[in-house]
Structure formats: structure tokens, C-alpha cells
């Protein structure tokens, strides 16, 4: 990603600008640039303005003398001659100017001016459009009669009532300052609340008072109340009309996140905004959906547990309830290490639900049970994402598939800490909001300092009251045996399974993975971790599940591959790594849609294709493999 760029002339800045197109040049130097402009004429609501003094121009913006500017919009102001600031409060809402300064503070908050405030025979000026716009009014310039018409409300402009209004931005979460506003069932929010939290992105208010956002090099220009928008200088016709509210332009939200290719969804009762901007958000692209039946597959034929990481799985309880959880701490899953060799690799996989009715902290941690021999964290890495979102496959298991995959996972502060004998450190902590969804993946290698053989207790833990994480060094809690959500221990965090040959121009042949029966080996009988109970992972959650798929060409002629995937348990997401490239896995129903797989190019008589999938939380399994010659 390019670093974040944010343009000086933010909306709430360009706000205060009174740049009126039509006006003749003031870049004489003349009176420092001030220019008389006694041929405009002013009405406010549809009244016309007299003012006694001059008004004046600088710099294209047009100024009037303060105590008449402030009295014709209804604002009362207290000068303070000590500062040369006027205060100025109009239906609670309070602007402060200085003169000689480029930055005003409207309700306390910074805004950059393009020109200042200044003094002219005794008498001080003050920006019209600013004034205007910042105590809620609509500011229109008509170049041919020269005529600037203000429209005023006496209405208090609209703040959020009760609950404040949340804006998700790809799992950053946002408290606004401004409402989310519906219109004829589509949301509008401030662009700033896009650009600002976007990077590669900008949003500057245009003299014609079209508003330009752009993300990611592309460009939209919206123009009030018009449905006409400018994407890309090409004139698109939207649903939804922009408008101008406390000096901020509304925009259609859908329309964008469609345009860049994304994913909203509003939850009106909770007001909560969750907007995806999916170049944000992954690494990888996602696979186009087809639709269509496939047929019933076969099962992998034989499976095996890979590699020298094993897996640690806290997902039960779930749910988290005052009756699963009564104390205000408690241990969820546990993993009583018993090392064989100095150096051990651990993965660590979690998703809970928080239905406590407070927000509470999580955390893994590492208890140092040796009495003689230190242990030291070499690597730690990891990804998580919460919600309080029903979608958790696209907002939490998609992601955290996409960074595994990829190879992308963070690096955590815990990297090269020493835990002597005894001790307890945390190596990752996570705030989990209340009614919010946590999913974490964290990977971490733990050696002996002087070589011997460690032995360490790995947790994930939860406090209600902010209690030390490191305090926590009880059991896990018993298993919720209502919901069948995973819990335990298994020596391994791969899978690997073998296809038979494919030969070229034979019929299409199906494989399900993850299907439970041949594949089934992380089961609760063989977990390393029993203490108070353990269930079985058959759908590999956490798990990295690679498939060999022999191809065979005699024909001495090259030949297309293809390869589909689909759900065939439910509604199915994950990522698949194909031959070391990454793509995403959109929502797939059962029995009536699927994806494509890239062809693959085949030109040797014996080659081999290679896929590495990871399941998107929340999914049902299996999924199936189809391999044809195109």
C-alpha cells in the first residue's frame, strides 16, 4: 500500500473556504490583495444583506465585516481583544477565528483555513462561506448577477442521541462524531470518515462545491443533490443523491463500496456501519462465482497429520455466558507441553463470542513450569479480527486465511522474551468488545535457554475486571457440550492429503476434503489436552490442509487443467493457495455454485498440482475438488 496521503484541504477545512467561481482575480497587490466587491449582493434567506462597511475580497474569498456577518446569521459574539479572537455561538454550536490565523477551532476542533481573518481600517473580517457553512447553512454563488444566496435553518444541527454511531472500515473501528443518516433505505456518511481512514486516499471540495473523494486512484466527484457522478471523469448515474449537512458531504455509501468492490452492511437497531473495501482488506482477489450443479464427489482417499507445529484450539465455550464463565477470570483452553526436543513450535487458534455484558480481555500466555530451566520465545507471529457482525467467515475467517496463507502474519512485541522458571508472560493480548466476535491465530516457537527440555504450560485466558492475564493460572473451564465447537490439542497444524493421478481427456473426478470421515484426525481421543473435556477439530479449523494432485499427459501435447471448488456441506469461504498463488473463496451455496480455479497450462508428461486451503470460520465442510481437461 502507498502510504496514507491526506490532503490539506480536508472537507472540514475546505468547508471554511469562500471561494466563489466568477469573481474577478485579486492577486493585484494592491492593499495587500484586498480588493472592494460592493457590486455583490447578499440575501439570506431571501433577504438582502445592507452592510455599511466595504465588502471585500482576498485571494478569490469573499469577507465581511464581523459584527454584521454575525448579526445577519443569528449568532451571538464575544470579542476578545487580548487574543484578537472572536467566539461566536450559534444554536450551541461555537467557532472560534483569530485574526492573522490559518487555523480556527469549530466545537474545539482544529480546522486549517486557506486565508485568515484579517483587520481593514479598524474594522475586522471575517470569511462569508466559513461563517456561513459552519452555522449550518447552504451557500450558493451565481456568477452572472453576482449574487450570493444563504440559506439558514434554525434547527440544531443533528448529533447522535443515546448509543454513538460505529463505523467498521475493514475491522477498524470507528466512534463517530456524526450521525449515519438513512434516506429511502440507503446510508449516507461524511466522506471524511473514508479518506481519513483509508489509506492512498484524499477528499477535497471543488470551487463549483462538487466534492472529490478519491481511493486508490480512482476518482469520484459528487455534486449535491444531484445523482450525476463523475467516476474516473466518466458521468455514471447512481441510486441516491449526496448533500451537504454541518459543513460535511454525505455520500451514498453503498455506491462506493460497490464501485471499488466491497462489501456493507448497516444494523440500523445497534448503529453500526461495517464497510469493506476489499484491496484493503486482503492480499488476495477473489475467485469469480459461477453457478451450476456439480456432482457428488469421492472422499480423499487417505490423510496424514504433517510438520513439527502443533495446534492448540480454544473454541468451546463459543459463547461466552455468565453461567459457562461465572468469575471474573477463567482459563478457556489449555496445553500442558510436554517437549521432547529444546526447540518446540506451537499454533494457537481461537474464536469466542462475548455475550458477558461487559467487555472483557483475552490473551495467551505461557507459564514456565521448569524449576532449573529458562525458556525463551524465539518467534511469535499472529493475526486476529473481531466483529459484532453476523458475517464472521467474510469478517474474521477470510482474513485471518488470507494473512496465514500469504504469509503475512505480524510480528508480536513477545518475540524475544526469556521466562524464567516459574514466571507467566503474556505473548498476546486482545480487547473483546461486548456482543463482539474474536477470531486470533498466533504461531510461536519457544526453545530452552541452555539446551535442555522445557516444560511450559500454554493458555488462552479471559478477564472480566482487568486482572493481571498472568494471574490467570487456573484449568480450563468444562467444555459446553450443547455446542460442538472445538477444544484440545493435536501434535500437528497441517494435513496432507494425497489425490490419485489425474491422466488428461479422462472424465472430471471430485474430491472432498474435510469431510469427516477419511480425513478425521484431529479427534477428541487423541488430544494432548483433556482437562475438563475436549472436542474433536474435523473441520480443521487453524489448520493449513494441502492437496497433491498428480497429473499424467501421454498425449505429447500440451494440455488445459481445470480445477473448480464447492461447497458440499453448506454455505462455504475460505482461501486456496494454488501452486504458490492465493485466491479467495467467496460464499458458496450448496448445489448451485462454485469457482474456477486459473486453467492450468500442463506441457510435460508428468507434472503435479498443488493447493493449500485454509476454511473461513463459521463455514460447513466439506468442500470438494474438481479436476477436468478443458
Known amino acids: 500500500m502507498l ?3 491526506k490532503t490539506s484541504c480536508m472537507i472540514t477545512a475546505v468547508a471554511l473556504a469562500t471561494i466563489l467561481p466568477g469573481q474577478p482575480s485579486a492577486s493585484a497587490a494592491s492593499n495587500n490583495g484586498i480588493h472592494i466587491k460592493n457590486n455583490v449582493s447578499i440575501n439570506i434567506n431571501g433577504e438582502t444583506l445592507k452592510v455599511s462597511d466595504p465588502i471585500l475580497n482576498k485571494s478569490d474569498y469573499l469577507f465581511l465585516p464581523m459584527r454584521a456577518l454575525y448579526e445577519a446569521v443569528g449568532a451571538s459574539v464575544d470579542w476578545k481583544k487580548e487574543t484578537l479572537t472572536a467566539s461566536a455561538i450559534r444554536n450551541g454550536k461555537l467557532v472560534d477565528l483569530t485574526i492573522g490565523s490559518n487555523t480556527a477551532l469549530v466545537d474545539g476542533q482544529k480546522v486549517p483555513m486557506v486565508v485568515a481573518p484579517f483587520m481593514y481600517k479598524d474594522r475586522t473580517y471575517m470569511p462569508l462561506r466559513f461563517v456561513s457553512e459552519n452555522f449550518g447553512g447552504n451557500v450558493n454563488w451565481n456568477p452572472t448577477t453576482q449574487t ?3 440559506s439558514l435553518t434554525d434547527e440544531t444541527p443533528e448529533k447522535p442521541q443515546g448509543n454513538p454511531y460505529i463505523l467498521h472500515i475493514n475491522n477498524q473501528r470507528i466512534v463517530m462524531q456524526d450521525p449515519i443518516i438513512v434516506k429511502q433505505s440507503r446510508s449516507y456518511i461524511p466522506a471524511n470518515y473514508i479518506y481519513d481512514n483509508l489509506e492512498d486516499s484524499s477528499g477535497t471540495l471543488l470551487p463549483d462545491k462538487s466534492f472529490e473523494l478519491q481511493i486508490a486512484g480512482m476518482s469520484f466527484v459528487f ?5 450525476q457522478v463523475l467516476v ?3 458521468v455514471v448515474t447512481m441510486e441516491g443523491k449526496p448533500f451537504m449537512q454541518n459543513g460535511k458531504m454525505y455520500v451514498p455509501i453503498s455506491f462506493v463500496v460497490n464501485a471499488l468492490g466491497g462489501n456493507l452492511r448497516y444494523i440500523e437497531d445497534k448503529r453500526e456501519l461495517y464497510l469493506y473495501v476489499y484491496q484493503y482488506m486482503y492480499t488476495s482477489s477473489f ?3 459461477s453457478y451450476g450443479a456439480t456432482s457428488k464427489p469421492m472422499n480423499v482417499p487417505s490423510a496424514r497429520l504433517e510438520g513439527d507445529r502443533d495446534l492448540l484450539i480454544s473454541d468451546n465455550p463459543e459463547t461466552l455466558t455468565s453461567k459457562l464463565i461465572p468469575k471474573s477470570t477463567a482459563t478457556l483452553a489449555q496445553y500442558q507441553v510436554k517437549a521432547t526436543s529444546a526447540t518446540n513450535k506451537h499454533r494457537v487458534f481461537g474464536w469466542h463470542y462475548n455475550t458477558l455484558g461487559t467487555d472483557v480481555r483475552m490473551g495467551i500466555t505461557v507459564q ?22 453476523s458475517w464472521v467467515g467474510h469478517d474474521i475467517g477470510l482474513t485471518i486465511a488470507d494473512a496465514t496463507l500469504n504469509e503475512k502474519l505480524k510480528k508480536s512485541s513477545s518475540k524475544g522474551i526469556v521466562i524464567a522458571p516459574g514466571e507467566t508472560k503474556v505473548i498476546e493480548s486482545y480487547d473483546l468488545l461486548n456482543s463482539y466476535i474474536i477470531g486470533y491465530l498466533h504461531d510461536l516457537d519457544i526453545r530452552a535457554i541452555n539446551g535442555g527440555t522445557p516444560e511450559y504450560t500454554i493458555r488462552t485466558v479471559l478477564t472480566k475486571d482487568k486482572s493481571n492475564l498472568t494471574s490467570i493460572l487456573s484449568d480450563p473451564v468444562p467444555i459446553d457440550v450443547s455446542a460442538k465447537h472445538p477444544r484440545g490439542a493435536w501434535t500437528s497444524s497441517t494435513i496432507v492429503a494425497d489425490i490419485p493421478a489425474y491422466t488428461v481427456d479422462s472424465p472430471r473426478v471430485g474430491y472432498s476434503i474435510s469431510n469427516d470421515r477419511t480425513d478425521n484426525l484431529l479427534t477428541a481421543e487423541n488430544s494432548l489436552s483433556k482437562i475438563n473435556g475436549a472436542i474433536g477439530n474435523p473441520g480443521h479449523f487453524g489448520m493449513n490442509y494441502k492437496v497433491s494432485i498428480p497429473l499424467v499427459n501421454q498425449t505429447g501435447t500440451t494440455k488445459t487443467i481445470k480445477l473448480k471448488l464447492a461447497g458440499r456441506g453448506g454455505i462455504y469461504s475460505g482461501a486456496v493457495k494454488v501452486n504458490g498463488k492465493v485466491y479467495l473463496v467467496p ?9 474456477e480455479l486459473p486453467d492450468y497450462i500442463m506441457q510435460g508428461s508428468s507434472e503435479k498440482l498443488e493447493l493449500e486451503f485454509m476454511h473461513a470460520g463459521g463455514v460447513n465442510l466439506p468442500v470438494a475438488i474438481y479436476v477436468e481437461t478443458k
Do not use: H, P
Open 223 to 227: 455534486k449535491e443533490n444531484s445523482d
Open 587 to 595: 460464499t458458496l451455496r450448496v448445489g448451485t455454485e462454485y469457482v
Open 148 to 150: 450570493v444566496d444563504i
Open 232 to 234: 474516473n471523469d466518466e
Open 287 to 289: 475467485l469469480e462465482k
Open 368 to 389: 514456565n513450569t521448569s524449576s532449573t530451566e529458562s525458556i525463551e520465545v524465539i518467534d511469535s507471529k499472529g493475526t486476529s479480527q473481531q466483529t459484532g457482525n
Open 3 to 5: 502510504n496514507k496521503f
